[in-house]
C-alpha cells in the first residue's frame, strides 16, 4: 500500500489527536533512523504511522483481530491498560494496511512494553512514542532530557523511557507489565546504571 493511501485510511479511522500523534511518531522515528541507521527511514516513518492503528477499537475487536492472527493476547489484567492495541495493531497492519515487513510488525509488537535485546527498530519506535512533539502530558523538563537523551544514547533513552513508565503507572497504581520491568532492570544494566544510595 502506499503511503499516501495508508495516511488516508488513518486519517478516516482515527480521531484527530491520535492521527496527529502518530504523524508526530512517524517523523520522530525517522529522525532517530537518520541518527542511528539511515537505511532504517523507511520502515521507522511506516511504523511511526501504523503504531497505534488499532487503538480506537474496542477490547472485543481487539481480542477478535489478536485471534485472528494467532496472537496471545495476554493476561486479562493487562488488558484494560492499553497494551493490547500493540498487539491487535500488528494484526490489523498486516490485513489492513497490508505490511508484511517483520521489522516493522516487530517495532509495532512491542512499542508499548518493549522487550529484552530489542532491535534498533524497535528501541527507535518505543522512545519515539514518548518524545514525539504533540505528547503534551509529560513535564517539559523530563521531555527535554529525554529528547537530548535519545539523539546522545539510544540505550539509555530506553531505559529512562521504561522507567519514566513504571514510574507513571506506579503513581496511578495501575498494573506494570512485567515486560516493562524487565526491559527497565535489563537496559540498566547494560547502561552499566548503578542503584542509587
Ligand atoms: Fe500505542
Ligand atoms: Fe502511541
Not at 527511514?41 to 504511522?49: N, Q, S
Not at 505490511?99 to 522512545?127: C, E, N, Y
Not at 540498566?188 to 546504571?193: L, R, T
Request: with cysteine.
Amino acid at each position: 500500500m502506499e503511503l499516501s493511501e495508508i495516511r488516508k485510511e488513518l486519517k478516516k479511522a482515527l480521531k484527530k489527536e491520535r492521527y496527529e500523534h502518530s504523524e508526530g511518531v512517524a517523523y520522530t522515528s525517522a529522525a532517530l533512523a537518520m541518527r542511528y541507521d539511515p537505511k532504517l527511514v523507511d520502515k521507522a516513518l511506516l511504523a511511526g504511522l501504523l503504531h497505534d492503528c488499532a487503538k480506537h477499537l474496542s477490547v472485543e475487536t481487539m481480542l477478535r483481530l489478536c485471534k485472528e492472527g494467532n496472537i496471545d493476547p495476554g493476561d486479562k489484567k493487562f488488558q484494560e491498560t492499553g497494551l493490547l492495541h500493540a498487539k491487535a495493531g500488528v494484526v490489523l497492519a498486516q490485513k489492513k494496511y497490508k505490511v508484511t515487513d517483520p521489522q516493522i510488525l516487530s517495532a509495532i509488537l512491542w512499542h508499548t512494553t518493549g522487550r529484552v535485546d530489542m532491535d534498533l527498530l524497535d528501541k527507535i519506535l518505543f522512545i519515539a512514542d514518548y518524545i514525539e512533539p504533540n505528547r503534551t502530558k509529560i513535564k517539559p523538563d523530563v521531555q527535554e532530557r529525554l529528547r537530548n537523551i535519545a539523539f546522545c544514547d539510544i540505550d539509555r533513552a530506553v531505559y529512562e523511557v521504561a522507567d519514566q513508565t513504571c514510574d507513571y503507572l506506579n503513581k496511578k497504581s495501575a498494573a506494570i507489565s512485567p515486560v516493562t520491568a524487565e526491559v527497565r532492570n535489563y537496559y540498566k544494566q547494560v547502561c552499566g546504571i548503578k542503584e542509587e544510595p
